[in-house]
Nanobody, 116 residues
Framework: QVQFVESGGGSVKPGGSLRLSCVTSGFTFGDYSLEWYRQAPGKERELVAGITWYNGGIREYAASVKGRFTISRDNGKNTLYLQMDNLKPEDTAVYYC????????WGQGTQVTVSS
């Protein structure tokens, strides 16, 4: 079955960096466009970034993270990444990965806390 295992979260100060990883299984990784989402306390889950499976991986970002976050993928390792730089308190959330559109079962996510 499709599985996503997110890791790499933690607590950092504003301006800090984290690199999230999402190890996947149960589907042909190279055939799927993938996305990172996040959910802050009391808020709806929101799309953060996406990368296609074609054309070398076309990347798209939410306006709130553009220029600070970088999504990438390693098809040989079935792993999706999110490099997060210049983190802000409003980036605090649980981060998840999924297929484009979020149509697969969700993993546990990884907590990111940005606080001084």
């Amino acid at each position: 079955q499709v599985q996503f295992v997110e890791s790499g979260g933690g607590s950092v100060k504003p301006g800090g960096s984290l690199r999230l990883s999402c190890v996947t299984s149960g589907f042909t990784f190279g055939d799927y466009s993938l996305e990172w989402y996040r959910q802050a306390p009391g808020k709806e889950r929101e799309l953060v970034a996406g990368i296609t499976w074609y054309n070398g991986g076309i990347r798209e970002y939410a306006a709130s993270v553009k220029g600070r976050f970088t999504i990438s993928r390693d098809n040989g390792k079935n792993t999706l990444y999110l490099q997060m730089d210049n983190l802000k308190p409003e980036d605090t959330a649980v981060y998840y990965c999924n297929h484009r559109g979020g149509d697969a079962p969700w993993g546990q996510g990884t907590q990111v806390t940005v606080s001084s």
